[in-house]
């Protein structure tokens, strides 16, 4: 049992973590480990949430902070040095550590979830020019509703999103756990498929209709215009804020056995299971000039219109609450790791450590509790699931 297991019980989210941490194979020969993987994993998270962004800031941390370390491993020879943990985390194999989070993510929020939304991210200056090497690109999946980052896929270079999706959607439908979700994903996942990979998990698609699909959207767009209104199901949905005003229009139809049956042409596009098909007109007034916006989707869900808008403000609602929180919370755009897996394996780490930051019961920013973290071991604790029994 492990110290954290023993002072803190077999069901903390720390233990949990622990335990997943324990089963990443160690690329390094044992008699040469002076600093468990374990324990390196620990460092990285506990430090990222206390407000720590590189490597000798993380190392520093590591050092005024052993004891609280030492409550839950040995850390018999203290914690590695910058140096060695850009080696170490440059070779942890970046697929069996997304799995570790998948596998976390699942044990510690087992509950199933309604809205999961799937869009990629780009940390713009991983690059390295002189080697050739585009920045990491990274596809996240994200509970809406629950905000919590279920699970990730590197884009490979010299490939796009389509290849790492159905990859990412493999890991996360394991033991039927998207069965009953309504997966949204933008218009690049548009085809057979990934609609297929979604459907065969027992989950729905709501899929964005743009450009790349013209005959679709002309389609789609041909028969909302020729609709007659008794065909069709309306919500309106009013946002204020930031200096704006928006109105969205979300108009769905479920008559559409038009989308079904056998192709008319070949490479014609048909998904499967088409149940609805999805428009939101949005009208926004700024302080200097008005907007108007388009768009389309396609599902296999029978939704409702107020059900529709509902899914199409959570997938925006990733790129605000994921996104936005990467970038200017934990500057993930300032960082420089180019080397190895170091940039891929960070990134998971900032996933780990924004499910712990929110699972805090407070209204205080992530900005602010990851610096009550860093400031307050206590406050720590408690993210991190260490609440005494």
Known sequence: MSLAAAEFGEKSRLCALLDHFAVIEDPREPWRIAHPLPEVLLLVV?????????????AAWGEQRLE?????LPYYHGVPGARWLTLLMNRIDPALFSACFTAWVREVWPDRLDLI????????????????????????????????????????????????????LER????????????TIDAIACNADIAATVTD???DYLLAVKANQPTLRAEIETFFRDAPASDLDTSIDLDKGHGRIEERTVTVAREVDWLRGDKRFPGELRLPGVATIVKVAARTELKDRGRFDTRYYISSAKLSAQAAAHAVRGHWGIENRLHWVLDVVFNEDQSRLRTDHGAKNMAVVRHFAINLVRTAKDKKSIRLRRKLAGWDLDDLASILGATPH
Do not use: M, W
């Open 117 to 168: 939304a799937i869009d990629g991210k780009t940390s713009r200056r991983t690059h390295n020019h002189s080697a050739g090497q585009a920045p990491l690109h990274l596809v996240s999946a994200f509970a809406t509703t629950a905000r919590l980052v279920l699970g990730q896929e590197a884009v490979e270079e010299k490939s796009n999103e389509t290849r790492a999706i159905p990859l990412l």
């Open 201 to 203: 998990a027992g989950a």
């Open 68 to 72: 609280f370390l030492r409550r839950f």
């Open 46 to 58: 506990c430090a990222t949430i206390a407000d720590c962004e590189d490597y000798e800031t993380i």
């Open 172 to 183: 996360l439908a394991a033991d039927g756990a998207l069965k009953g979700a309504v997966v």
